[in-house]
């Protein structure tokens, strides 16, 4: 599916028949044997739960009811990214982001901003544009985006994914690192800084949960441009982790940790953005998969709530009933089989054993 055609269907999707509201049905009293919310649970140890959503949210009474009462904070899955914001070179296309932002300013729910620049995903005008525009078509977005939702927006990640997915040592190619190089990435944080004083800053990044080559490279990589981000004073909040666990790789807690206390030693607060667990490695029926992967998110969020800095878990969607990983294009580039289960509600939105882990390892947090 292309980006054009996704960004359509989700527009459709929030501006259709549904209206973009608080649910009324009251269909959850099944969906879960935990009476106390995530978002509550969240809140005792010190952290924001929220999730991602998508046009799931306008069109889903049940599901909508499920994230407003599990969740404190939302992000828009695709709804704020570059190319859904932006058709072409000079106008934005805010609709579905408004929706978004509203809904959870009705419901008292927190916004993140997902993700002002990020070299994947780039409409095909953008690709096509002269290296030297970059710079201003960047203060352009950044300042009109932010602008618009300033003092509205919690955090927002203003780079996501700095680094390559093959080789976590070089930066991730694209049309921003081509045009630009490192500076897309410097120039980037120093708009951002003053488009919205108040959002917190955040540089997004995946893969740094593996302890192979690409993760620990990765990781190495991240703290290095933190320092020199630090070294030229740019404000950068937070370091955004997003946590896509692929539990077939190998992990190591005390790495892990070790490495969350590197950022946090550098005064930066750090927020798990897109967890799930990939489990195409597990076998066995639903019940014996749903355990393995509970398991591995119990070990995981152990050792990752272990590290006081970490302040935000946000699953990447809810409920098994949406998530990116069934979308056709993933399951054909991941040579996927089988649908997959990686999120703690499931397709009849019953909490899974995924959730009642978190829910322990937060209860249990000592950080
Ligand atoms: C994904 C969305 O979930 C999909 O719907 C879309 O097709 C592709 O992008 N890392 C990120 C997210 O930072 O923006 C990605 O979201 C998932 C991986």
Not at 48 to 53: K, N
Not at 170 to 197: C, H, K, N, Q, S
């Amino acid at each position: 599916m292309s980006l054009s055609d996704m960004t359509r269907r989700q527009t459709l999707a929030l501006l259709g028949t549904t209206p973009l509201m608080a649910s009324t049905g009251n269909g959850l009293a099944q969906t879960t044997s935990d009476a106390e919310p995530l978002k509550d649970i969240a809140a005792k140890a010190g952290l924001t739960f929220g999730c991602a959503v998508s046009h799931d949210l306008a069109s889903d009474a049940d599901f909508r009811a499920l994230v407003l009462r599990e969740t404190q904070m939302l992000a828009a899955e695709n709804a704020m990214k570059f190319g859904s914001l932006r058709p072409d070179a000079t106008s934005f296309s805010f609709d579905t982001a408004d929706a978004l932002v509203k809904f959870c300013e009705q419901n008292g729910k927190s916004v993140r901003g997902h993700t002002l620049i990020w070299n994947d995903w780039p409409p095909t005008w953008l690709k096509q544009s002269a290296a030297r525009d970059f710079p201003g078509i960047m203060d352009r977005h950044i300042e009109t985006v932010m602008g618009r939702y300033a003092g509205r927006i919690t955090s927002w990640d203003v780079v996501n994914e700095p680094f390559h997915w093959k080789d976590g040592g070089a930066l991730r190619p694209g049309p921003w690192a081509l045009a630009m190089g490192e500076d897309y990435i410097f120039r980037a944080f120093a708009t951002a800084a003053v488009a919205d004083p108040k959002a917190k800053l955040v540089l997004n990044e995946a893969w740094t949960e593996r302890s192979d080559a690409l993760g620990l490279g990765t990781r190495r990589a991240l703290l290095l441009l933190i320092d020199r981000m630090r070294d030229k004073g740019l404000r950068i909040d937070a370091i955004g982790l997003q946590a896509h666990l692929m539990p077939d790789q190998p992990y190591d807690d005390a790495g892990f940790v070790a490495f969350l206390h590197e950022i946090e030693q550098r005064g930066l607060e750090i927020y798990l953005t897109e967890f799930d667990i990939d489990e195409r490695s597990f076998q066995g029926n639903f019940a014996e998969r749903d355990r393995q992967v509970a398991d591995r998110a119990y070990k995981f969020l152990t050792a990752a709530l272990s590290v006081k800095a970490v302040k935000l878990l946000m699953t990447w969607g809810l409920s098994d009933r949406y998530t990116w990983w069934r979308e056709p294009s993933l399951m054909q580039k991941f040579g996927l089989k089988r649908l997959a289960r990686p999120l703690p509600f499931d397709d009849t939105l019953r909490a899974k054993p995924l959730r009642d882990a978190m829910a322990r390892t937060m209860r249990e947090r000592k950080a």
